[in-house]
């Protein structure tokens, strides 16, 4: 049997085989040495490879994702940290101008094999800059792999896969699931391919689209869904948003005929726009109804006990999944 394992340990356990399998890789953010991270998350990889390999930097984004592609160009594998999602935006100019830029600029000739790691979204009540979602800033960007993972043996297979990608990805980790839940995860080293979305839970009915911590909470509303109205809930969890898995959106939706999709960021400008354009335009035949969104509202991450009124709970994803069966 696996051990168990939550999310921050999977990241912490993804990283030690990485840098154990390639000594280019580093790892370099705000406190991720003696402190191990705000979240644990890096704990006690300073100790194993020393401050050269897991690097303190000073409090400044900007300078850690430029300083991270510096080491790229030179022919290392850095996996950096933004200590808080708010935190990304001053940082940005690195990313758009530099980050998924440099394989175009060089006709190809150089790649930038490098991570940014970020924990996202809401759910541990943490004041303001500090529980945003800034997926479809990263998604917006050409040449950027973003990946969101939901579960422990995800996160630790595509932060390996990611560390070992020839182009730049970001990898958002969850807050809200980085003590639990805790699943079973192979103690030995493995990679889950990026783009490719699971289906964490079957159904015929309509297709519930989700990706990080909502994907439990579509899997809850799933289970009611069934156990109170006899509805079946298909629940597909992206787990990268570019590149985007198409085929794995289709072909649940060409057989339930349905969709909804379930996130934490607000609705205008959102990836859930995207998706639901892309179901839209692709599927548009196999639809029985309008494509549906959960989403956060269209204003700030309210600070701490407004937040449960803003991530949508399992009430509004049942509701939207009711209409959408009802049209």
Not at 52 to 71: F, K, N
Not at 174 to 197: D, F, M
Not at 294 to 309: A, C, N
């Amino acid at each position: 049997m696996s051990p168990l394992l939550n999310l921050a340990q999977a990241v912490n356990q993804g990283l030690k085989h990485a840098m154990e399998a390639d000594a280019s890789v580093l790892v370099l953010g705000k406190d991720v040495g003696r402190m191990g991270g705000v979240f644990r998350v890096t704990e006690g990889l300073q100790k194993t490879f020393g401050p050269d390999r897991v690097v303190d930097t000073p409090l400044a984004e900007l300078g850690v994702v430029g300083a991270s592609i510096g080491l790229a160009m030179a022919g290392m594998k850095p996996v950096c940290e933004i200590q808080y999602d708010g935190l990304l935006p001053s940082a940005l100019e690195q990313v758009v101008c530099h980050l998924g830029r440099l394989r175009n600029r060089t006709r190809g000739r150089r790649s930038l094999p490098m991570v940014v790691r970020c924990p996202h979204g809401g759910g541990v009540r943490a004041p303001e800059l500090h529980s945003e979602s800034p997926e479809a800033y990263i998604a917006h960007t050409p040449g950027i792999k973003v990946v969101i993972p939901s579960t422990p043996e995800d996160a630790k297979g595509l932060l390996m896969a990611a560390v070992f990608d020839p182009d730049p990805v970001f990898f958002f980790e969850p807050k809200a699931l980085y003590r639990s839940p805790e699943a079973e995860v192979p103690s030995r080293p493995y990679e889950t391919p990026i783009g490719q979305a699971r289906v964490a839970r079957e159904g015929t009915d309509v297709t519930v689209v989700s990706w990080g911590a909502m994907v439990h909470t579509a899997l809850r509303a799933a289970e009611r869904l069934s156990a109170e109205d006899g509805l079946s809930a298909e629940v597909i969890d992206l787990r990268t948003l570019t590149p985007l898995d198409i085929d794995a959106l289709t072909a649940s939706v060409g057989k339930t005929g349905r969709a909804v999709v379930c996130h934490e960021a607000p609705n205008t400008g959102s990836w859930a726009g995207e998706l639901s354009c892309l179901i839209h335009e692709r599927a548009l035949l196999k639809l029985r109804a309008p494509v549906k969104r959960v989403g956060g509202w269209d204003i700030r991450m309210p600070l701490p006990r407004l937040e449960k009124y803003y991530i949508p709970d399992e009430d509004r994803v049942v509701k939207a999944v009711k209409d959408t069966a009802a049209y």
